[in-house]
T-cell receptor, first 115, second 118 residues
Framework: AQSVAQPEDQVNVAEGNPLTVKCTYS??????LFWYVQYPNRGLQFLLK??????LVKGSYGFEAEFNKSQTSFHLKKPSALVSDSALYFC?????????????FGIGTKLQVIP | NAGVMQNPRHLVRRRGQEARLRCSPM?????VYWYRQLPEEGLKFMVY????????ESGMPKERFSAEFPKEGPSILRIQQVVRGDSAAYFC????????????????FGPGTRLTVL
């Protein structure tokens, strides 16, 4: 079985400071990893993905994530937070299981950027 | 290229009524996924469909819930005899590629339908 853990329900960071939203995963193979963002009363928007290759992945809105196989982590980062980054962030893992590429989402982490 | 469309955006039903949620995938996408989002519980997978086929319904409650994705028209998530516990946001996502091994299966989400059961 595959699973994703987002250990923090909420992350607070001051505007202009670097931010990190944590994600760890548990799978029995080589996963594909994703980050999505959800703004209030909206659907999820794709931010970035790791498929293979360089462990540092760059995505939309200045976000990046680092794949660490030994720690089974895929933390989301941004060098300088904006108030507009305040939203709910979901980590997801995709693995071939049960006959298809199945995606499992984490529970989400609420990011609050304080002006 | 229009994104994933869901309607209605908001749906109010009384206990015992039926709720029908519609999802039109992105053009060229033939794979649809339904998720339910409850406060404090994150996004829960319900069902994965291809045109005219249910591939995985392991996340769907055994009773009152059903889903279809006909050859023509949108995908429908149907909830019969709704109860207050069904109140949630229901999201549909679509992908261009299906489940073959190696497909990374990036999903594109609709805006959701917020169901309120009175």
């Amino acid at each position: 079985a595959q699973s994703v853990a987002q250990p923090e329900d909420q992350v607070n960071v001051a505007e202009g400071n670097p931010l990190t939203v944590k994600c760890t995963y548990s799978v029995s193979g080589n996963p594909y990893l994703f980050w999505y963002v959800q703004y209030p009363n909206r659907g999820l928007q794709f931010l970035l993905k790791y498929i293979t290759g360089d462990n540092l992945v760059k995505g939309s809105y200045g976000f990046e994530a680092e794949f660490n196989k030994s720690q089974t982590s895929f933390h989301l980062k941004k060098p300088s937070a904006l108030v507009s980054d305040s939203a709910l962030y979901f980590c997801a893992v995709s693995l071939y299981s049960g006959g298809y590429q199945k995606v499992t989402f984490g529970i989400g982490t609420k990011l609050q950027v304080i002006p | 290229n229009a994104g994933v469309m869901q309607n209605p955006r908001h749906l109010v039903r009384r206990r015992g009524q039926e709720a029908r949620l519609r999802c039109s995938p992105m053009k060229g996408h033939s794979h649809v996924y339904w998720y339910r989002q409850l406060p404090e519980e994150g996004l829960k997978f319900m069902v994965y469909l291809q045109k005219e086929n249910i591939i995985d319904e392991s996340g769907m409650p055994k009773e009152r819930f059903s889903a279809e994705f006909p050859k023509e028209g949108p995908s429908i998530l149907r909830i019969q005899q709704v109860v207050r516990g069904d109140s949630a946001a229901y999201f549909c996502a679509s992908s261009p590629r299906g489940g073959a091994a190696g497909n990374y299966n990036e999903q594109f989400f609709g805006p959701g339908t917020r169901l309120t059961v009175l």
